[in-house]
C-alpha cells in the first residue's frame, strides 16, 4: 500500500489553514493538523518528522514563518514551500536564505496547490539522488586508488617469490631434491597466477577509472576469412 506523504500546515488564518488541510487530504496527502505559530510549528515538526511544511510567511506570532523555517531546516532536511498573500521585497530575500522549495500565493487553486507540492517532492528526490549518485562516486574513486595500491604493493613480494623460486628449481643457489624443485616449481607457478590476477585487478582499475592505455597492434588475417 501507498504511504501518503505527510504534510505539516503552518497557517495563523484559523478558517484558511482548515481549507488548506481539507483540499489537501482530498489530493491525496496526509495533514494531521495544522498549526498556528512558529514555536508550534517547530515542536510539531520535531515530533511528526513531516516530508513537507506549508509555512504561512507572515505568521502572527512570537516569530514568523522564515524564522521558524530556519530553525526546522538547522535539525530537518525537509522541503519547504511558503504560503503568502503578499509580501514585500526585503521578506522575499529573507525567505530566500532559508532556500524554500517554492512560494504559493493566497488563495490558490486545487491545481496550483498540487503541481507546485509535487514539483518540491521531485527536487527534493532529485537532489538525494545527487547526493546519494556523488557518495558512490567517491566510494568507487577510493575503492580504485585502493585496488591500484594494493596490486603495486603485492607486486614486489610477488615478484621476488616468482624469482627465488625459479632460482631454486634451477639449482643456482644449491642442488635440490626432485622432490623439493617440485615443490619450487609449485612455488613459482603459484606466484606467477596470482601475478596475472593481481594485473587483472590493476587493468580493471585503471578502466573504472577511464585510464586504461589501448596499443594498437597489427594481426595477420586469414585470405580465405569471410567477415559477414
Known amino acids: 500500500m501507498k504511504v501518503k506523504k505527510q504534510i505539516l500546515v503552518v497557517e495563523d488564518e484559523v478558517i484558511t489553514a482548515m481549507d488548506i488541510q481539507r ?6 496527502y496526509d495533514v494531521p493538523s495544522v498549526i498556528t505559530s512558529g514555536k508550534e510549528a517547530i515542536k510539531k515538526a520535531k515530533e511528526n518528522n513531516p516530508d513537507m511544511v506549508l509555512m504561512d ?4 506570532s512570537e516569530m514568523d514563518g ?40 493566497k488563495p490558490s487553486k486545487d491545481r496550483e496547490l498540487q503541481i507546485n507540492i509535487e514539483i518540491a517532492f521531485s527536487n527534493k528526490n532529485n537532489q538525494k539522488l545527487t547526493v546519494e549518485n556523488e ?20 607486486r614486489t ?20 631434491s626432485e622432490t623439493h624443485k617440485g615443490y619450487a616449481k609449485d612455488i613459482h607457478n603459484a606466484g606467477e597466477h596470482l601475478f596475472l590476477l593481481i ?6 582499475s585503471k578502466i573504472e577509472a577511464g585510464k586504461i592505455e589501448l596499443v594498437p597492434d597489427k594481426i595477420s588475417m586469414p585470405e580465405n576469412l569471410y567477415i559477414i
Open 23 to 28: 483540499r489537501l487530504k482530498n489530493l491525496g
Open 57 to 60: 510567511i507572515n505568521l502572527n
Open 66 to 105: 522564515i524564522e521558524a523555517a530556519s530553525k526546522i531546516h538547522s535539525f530537518l532536511d525537509v522541503p519547504i514551500i511558503y504560503l503568502t498573500a503578499y509580501s514585500d521585497e526585503k521578506t522575499f530575500e529573507r525567505a530566500k536564505i532559508t532556500q524554500p522549495y517554492g512560494y504559493i500565493l
Open 135 to 154: 557518495a558512490l562516486t567517491q566510494a568507487n574513486k577510493a575503492k580504485n586508488e585502493f585496488l591500484a595500491s594494493m596490486s603495486h604493493e603485492l
Open 157 to 176: 613480494p610477488l615478484n621476488a617469490i616468482i624469482g627465488f623460486s625459479d632460482i631454486m628449481s634451477l639449482g643456482i643457489g644449491g642442488e635440490l
Open 199 to 204: 594485473n587483472d585487478i590493476l587493468d580493471l
